[in-house]
């Protein structure tokens, strides 16, 4: 006797009522692709400043001043913008290539930052006192903090440590050909002279001991530079 023949049965789900309307009512969606401007590399940088309409001084500090003004932005937005008005600071990176040209040292300072909270490894630095210029400032915040004096200098870069509140720009000066001096600090500060190699202040940063943003930036720009010679 042949042997029956299997029996195969194809089962198709039954979509509930509510599943095919939904479907039924669903627009079919395309995604257009977005072109690129090609234009916004190649567009004048704005210039407009914003206007102030109004502007009163709601904090008289001994180092800043906090302002409250009314402004009308270069859009045409009328907002009002609080801003810590500061006369700037200067930053300074004082390198030692005379024992070792390829991993030089750089003289840091160790100091409670009662603001942070805790002491923080940082590069000298200080505010511009009204009418000094920055390259006088630099000098004279390098004797204070650490003594030491230098033959070069080089502007490495100037930066707004944050520009959303805060009027303070930062110059950041390379200092080379150095000498070491008795320090004079302010009768408030206690530091702590700290001298490293690069290449072990690289690796405080690298490694994420080192929180001051303008010690960052100076380190960073200096190493960087050293290794686009080479």
Known sequence: MAAPKKLS????PRKSATATASLKRAPATTTKPVAADSTASTRKPRTRKAKVL???ISFKGKIFNVHTDKVQEPNGTVATRQ??????????????SSRKPRNPDVILIRQYRYAAGQYLLELPAGRIEPGERPLTAAKRE?????????????????YFASPGFLGESMQIYLAEDITPGI?????DE???????????????????????GKTLIGLSLFAAARRARR
């Open 9 to 12: 049965a194809k089962v198709t």
């Open 54 to 56: 109004a502007s009163r």
């Open 83 to 96: 801003v810590i008005h500061h006369n700037g600071s200067v930053v300074i990176l004082a390198v030692d």
């Open 142 to 158: 390098m004797i204070e903090e650490t003594g030491f004096r230098a033959r070069k200098w080089t502007l490495l870069t100037k």
């Open 183 to 187: 320090a004079q600090p302010e009768g």
């Open 190 to 212: 206690d530091i702590e002279l700290v001298r490293l190699p690069l290449s072990e202040a690289m690796k405080l940063v690298a490694t994420g001991q080192i929180h001051d």
